[in-house]
């Protein structure tokens, strides 16, 4: 009973509009007053333990270097590599699009940033070389995703903090679904474009010419290296990355391309400071909800129900899918990974599931939540940018999202996409 209080107090007010935290919060004070289950000094000290994480450093950090990317001209060197590699073919600068979401992915660790930096130069480009507007929308929004899939990843970060799993093992996980789901993305992408007509641009493939480009981008696309080779080579720890990530940006965007300037550099921390502020207020009271929780019993009480459902490994992961993707439409991505990645992950464990492999399920889902309505975040993002109704980019999306549940799907029943890295490297 004091678990179906909490719930409806907490969803009843975010119905209405509530911040996901202060909901939470009210939620349990509601049944502390009406059950007394626990008392306000558990609550506290629970949030102050969820909320005393260092990893959760890294979140602003990865977000400050996506923005330093879009302002100091990473990201339209990126963008421009990836066309020359395969902009001459059909549907070329879709797939540009796709690639150029995974290099800007590596850095950032952010869905809309991705979409917003991404799309912002894809989307005029694709309408001027003759594409469908909204189509084109619908593309930049889903391939957006691979933001929170490729690594660094936040949502990664944030799953890896609420469930004290390696945030490096994580990251190393997550590069096979990112490539998975790219491949998947192009290969609609080419179809529907050669149904449309949306040939290449034009210019034929030369070698010279992407080494330029390449040549170019070579300040851009070290930064994923450095970020990923410092992790594994043990140089510095998920959260130092993420300030290296910045301090290099800051640096390449100054001195490198100048286009950075420091003046800008204040803007930045203003605009990410909200951000930031929401998802702590968000992970104190989510941490102090799975002590509660656990204190009722509900992760038991859920790997019960699974159990009484059934005892096959793979339609009780095919039940938490369809339970995420669910979740993922009515529930802020952040506030959903923080609430459940550990209930599920607590309920799965007598299956055999391995942590870091949920983990990318998780994230996959999120990713999926990106763009399925009412609760979208990169289709906001995609709206904005292009005052295209949310309706309409979704009816253009669909194939993609489509894509995106089969790779879902295989990463699902074959986890070699992921932690097989992690077996071969023996970790």
């Not at 309706?391 to 669909?398: M, R, S, Y």
Request: glycine content about 12%.
């Amino acid at each position: 009973m004091a678990t179906a209080v909490l719930f409806i107090v907490a969803f009843t007010l975010l119905a209405i509009g509530v911040p996901v935290g202060i909901s939470l919060g009210l939620g349990m004070i509601a049944i502390v007053f009406g059950f007394g289950t626990t008392n306000l000094g558990f609550l506290a000290q629970s949030m102050y333990s969820g909320f005393e994480s260092l990893p959760l450093t890294a979140i602003p950090c990865f977000m400050l270097a996506g923005a330093v990317m879009e302002t100091g001209g990473l990201s339209k060197r990126l963008v421009n590599v990836a066309e020359k590699m395969v902009g001459h073919t059909t549907g070329g600068l879709g797939t540009v699009t796709v690639i150029a979401c995974l290099f800007f992915g590596a850095i950032s660790g952010s869905g809309p940033a991705t979409v917003a930096a991404i799309g912002g130069i894809m989307i005029p480009y694709m309408v001027k070389a003759g594409y469908d507007r909204t189509y084109s929308t619908g593309l930049s929004a889903v391939a957006g995703g691979l933001g929170i899939i490729m690594p660094p990843s936040i949502p990664l970060v944030i799953y890896g903090v609420a469930t004290n799993t390696s945030i490096g093992d994580l990251f190393l996980a997550g590069i096979g679904p990112a490539f998975l789901v790219g491949f998947m993305l192009v290969l609609v992408n080419i179809f529907l474009s050669n149904k449309a007509g949306y040939l290449g641009n034009g210019i034929p493939f030369k070698l010279k010419e992407m080494g330029k480009a390449i040549w170019d981008a070579k300040w851009a696309l070290l930064m994923p290296g450095i970020i990923l080779g410092g992790i594994y080579g043990g140089i510095f720890t998920p959260t130092e990355a993420a300030v290296v990530a910045t301090a290099y940006g800051i640096l390449v965007g100054i001195y490198g391309y100048k286009e950075l300037k420091w003046n800008d550099i204040i803007p930045m921390l203003i605009k990410n400071t909200s951000f930031v502020g929401g998802i702590l207020l968000t992970f104190a009271p989510a941490a102090a909800l799975g002590a509660v929780l656990a204190l009722l019993g509900v992760p038991r009480a859920l790997t019960t129900m699974l159990f009484a459902l059934s005892t096959n490994k793979i339609v009780i992961l095919l039940i938490v899918n369809v339970f995420l993707v669910f979740v993922g439409m009515i529930v802020d991505t952040t506030a959903a990974n923080i609430i459940f990645s550990p209930i599920l992950l607590t309920a799965l464990r007598p299956y055999g599931v391995d942590p870091v492999h949920f983990g990318l399920l998780m994230t996959i889902n999120l990713a999926i939540g990106f763009v399925t309505p009412p609760v979208a975040g990169n289709l906001f993002v995609a709206s904005g940018m292009t005052g295209i109704p949310m309706d309409k980019i979704v009816k253009k999306a669909l194939p993609f999202i489509v894509a995106m549940f089969v790779a879902l799907l295989i990463v699902t029943y074959i986890p070699a996409t992921s932690i097989g890295i992690l077996q071969l490297l023996g970790r």
